[in-house]
């Protein structure tokens, strides 16, 4: 019974180590960094998607210069 649990203890931590059992990116290397481009251009993004979710890229309105919001 400790032999079982011991191999099974050993496979779990050697599995943990092999990576992925599916792929994220292609195989084909031409549609492998097309996906790598598409996800690196999706991370440099993630700092306006951050400001937009909490509001950051809206004027303050506690700014002392009067700010017209109507069309002049």
């Given at each position: 019974?400790?032999?079982l ?58 700014t ?9």
């Amino acid at each position: 019974m400790r032999r079982l649990i011991y191999a099974t203890l050993l496979g779990v931590m050697i599995s943990a180590c092999a990576g992925c059992i599916i792929p994220i990116y292609s195989a084909d290397p031409a549609r492998r960094t097309r996906q790598q481009i598409f996800t690196s251009e999706d991370l440099r993004q993630i700092l306006e998607v951050w400001e937009r979710i909490w509001f950051l890229d809206m004027p303050d309105h506690m700014t002392p210069q009067r700010i017209h919001g109507g069309i002049i």
